[in-house]
């Protein structure tokens, strides 16, 4: 045996488990570093959202760190010598975009920090649930830089204007109490409860109509860029198409009918 095969392999910077055919979870596997993101989580990530895409019968994902940090930024010691021109070789908005438009609900289940780049995975998700000891924080600006990621963009359309120039600007870091306070986080648990509410809500997702669900999801993220008068006309016109479905004749009969409904995503 050659002295390279002999060499332990490295452990996979993203565990990907099935609790079921229905419900995934993601969970980013540096503790050493504190969760940060490098381009192997990066690449990692992109590939098991492209490939949870393409899943017929997956219903939720869950998107999870460990117990002392969900993604604490991006990793500084990749980052330091990187050029400008070797940033933008990299794309990285290629591989945020793979998580962006995944069509199956994303929920963040988020203990310790969330930081920078951590931060921006967690507002890529569309449920955030965190723990009572979590921090929230885009403190880019104190290393001489900004986000990259959505810090700027998606934190402004969540909690407004002033509030994000203050989080940006200063790169405060908050508690999960404050960042509930000002809806940047759904739900708020205990430390040890966030994976059980996590996995609880998943399955409360996979259980519904998957197409109503796809269509909500779509149809908020997507109205919220748009005027008005042409969300609302969107709104109705994935609700005509939800008419089409036989989980909507499914879902009323079971409703007058006072029993569960079993929805097949037809």
């Known amino acids: 045996m050659s002295v390279a095969e002999s060499e332990p392999q490295a452990p996979p910077v993203l565990l990907v488990e099935r609790l079921s055919a229905a419900i995934a979870i993601f969970r980013i596997n540096r503790p050493e570093a504190r969760n940060a993101l490098n381009q192997a989580v990066r690449h990692a ?68 920090f969330a930081l920078g780049g951590g931060m921006e995975l967690a507002m890529h998700a569309d449920i955030i649930i965190a723990g009572r000891s979590a921090k929230f924080g885009q403190p880019e600006v104190r290393l001489g830089i900004m986000p990259g990621a959505g810090g700027t963009q998606r934190l402004a359309r969540v909690v407004g204007k002033f509030v994000a120039m203050r989080l940006c600007l200063t790169g405060a870091i908050i508690s999960a109490q404050e960042a509930q306070a000002i809806g940047l986080v759904s739900l708020l648990v205990d430390d040890d409860a966030v994976m059980p509410v996590a996995m609880e809500t998943a399955q409360e997702l996979a259980r519904l109509a998957p197409i109503a669900v796809a269509q909500i999801k779509e149809i908020i993220l997507q109205g919220a860029d748009m005027p008005l008068g042409a969300a609302l006309t969107l709104e109705r016109k994935g609700l005509q198409v939800l008419f089409a479905t036989k989980d909507k004749h499914e879902g009323m009969s079971a409703f007058l009918e006072k029993r569960q409904p079993t929805f097949l995503g037809a």
Request: proline letters at 3%; hydrophobic letters at 50%.
């Open 45 to 112: 990530l992109a590939t098991a959202f492209r490939k949870a895409a393409a899943e017929s019968d997956l219903r939720c994902i869950i998107l999870a760190g460990n117990e002392s940090s969900f993604a604490a930024g991006a990793d500084i010691r990749e980052m330091v010598d990187t050029s400008a021109v070797d940033l933008h070789l990299r794309h990285n908005e290629r591989l945020w975009g793979a998580i962006a438009d995944c069509p199956v609900p994303v929920i963040a289940a988020v203990n310790g």
